[in-house]
């Protein structure tokens, strides 16, 4: 996040195994002689590939519950300066939802309607073909300003991309 004007691309091995042959785990994409199953790791890696950015902005997400720093919580906020969005990635790796603030004074004119994607499951969660309920990203709309709070889902990652243009942000 930190170095996405350098860093270009991501790798994840293992990339595909047989669920009936798995010798390593956990795997990126599971499949059998019938039907492909992307696992949680899988949606992680679309909403970040599909939300990378080129500058980082610091400060910009303070958790306001945080116990240790870097225990749990983690947050990012980059510009991609190709479309002009600012994208806010924040991560929740514990067992209770995070109120955040959010402060995007430094950013500029932004819209004030932003995208949602949620992904949430609880830890073991597994998309496989016998799991009947998959864990997938949800998506909405969200409404955004100079300064917000947010409040992060237990378990989960949260993207919030916010289109360059639109009306200046309230003061």
């Not at 010798?23 to 059998?32: A, E, G, M, R």
């Not at 990378?52 to 906020?77: E, H, R």
């Not at 909405?140 to 709070?149: A, M, P, T």
Request: net charge positive; glycine share 6%.
């Amino acid at each position: 996040e930190r170095k996405g004007d350098v860093v270009k691309m991501a790798s994840y091995a293992p990339l595909l195994a047989n669920q009936n042959h798995v010798s390593w785990n956990p795997d990126l994409i599971y499949f059998t002689n019938t039907e492909v199953t992307p696992t949680v790791n899988y949606y992680v890696q679309q909403l970040f590939s599909a939300n990378a950015g080129d500058t980082y902005y610091s400060g910009i997400v303070k958790f306001l519950n945080q116990a240790k720093p870097d225990s749990v919580l983690a947050a990012s906020c980059v510009k991609d300066s190709k479309t002009g969005d600012v994208i806010i990635k924040i991560v929740n790796a514990g067992n209770t939802a995070s109120q955040t603030k959010i402060n995007l004074a430094a950013i500029g004119k932004i819209s004030l309607k932003a995208t949602l994607a949620v992904l949430t499951g609880k830890p073991g969660d597994k998309n496989t073909a016998q799991h009947a309920q998959q864990v997938l990203p949800a998506n909405s709309e969200l409404l955004v300003n100079k300064y917000f709070n947010y409040n992060a889902p237990a378990y989960s990652l949260s993207v919030i991309r916010i289109p360059s243009g639109g009306r200046k942000m309230n003061e």
